[in-house]
């Protein structure tokens, strides 16, 4: 069955960087154009989108609070997809997830998430 499994959260301090991993498992990047997006929550917060791409393409966004610190790519490869985080900043603190748009703005294939805890 189709699942994404978001990995490499940690302890970081401001300032400092991360490097998370998602793969994917039950499709192949090579096969298909798929478009796989990172989310995040924070307690207390609404989960929020800021981060997609396009795995053949190689298109990306970014929302703008990310925008500059945060790198989005991929190894199709190895069907994974990577968010690079430099520049941590508190407010960075959240869970972060990987998901798969299966259509417009519609993402699911939602896992465990990875915890991401940035110190002042």
């Known amino acids: 069955e189709v699942q994404l499994q978001a990995s490499g959260g940690g302890l970081a301090q401001t300032g400092g960087s991360l490097r998370l991993s998602c793969v994917a498992h039950g499709y192949t990047f090579a096969e298909r154009n798929y478009v796989i997006g990172w989310f995040r929550q924070a307690p207390g917060k609404e989960r929020e989108g800021i981060a997609s791409?396009?795995?053949?393409?190689?298109?990306?966004y970014y929302v703008d609070s990310v925008k500059g610190r945060f790198t989005i790519y991929t190894d199709n490869a190895k069907n994974t997809v990577y968010l690079q985080m430099d520049s941590l900043k508190p407010g960075d603190t959240a869970t972060y997830y990987c998901?798969?748009?299966?259509?417009?703005?519609?993402?699911?294939?939602w896992g465990q998430g990875t915890l991401v805890t940035v110190s002042s």
């Open positions: 998901v798969k748009r299966v259509g417009g703005t519609a993402y699911d294939y």
């Open positions: 791409i396009s795995t053949n393409y190689g298109s990306a």
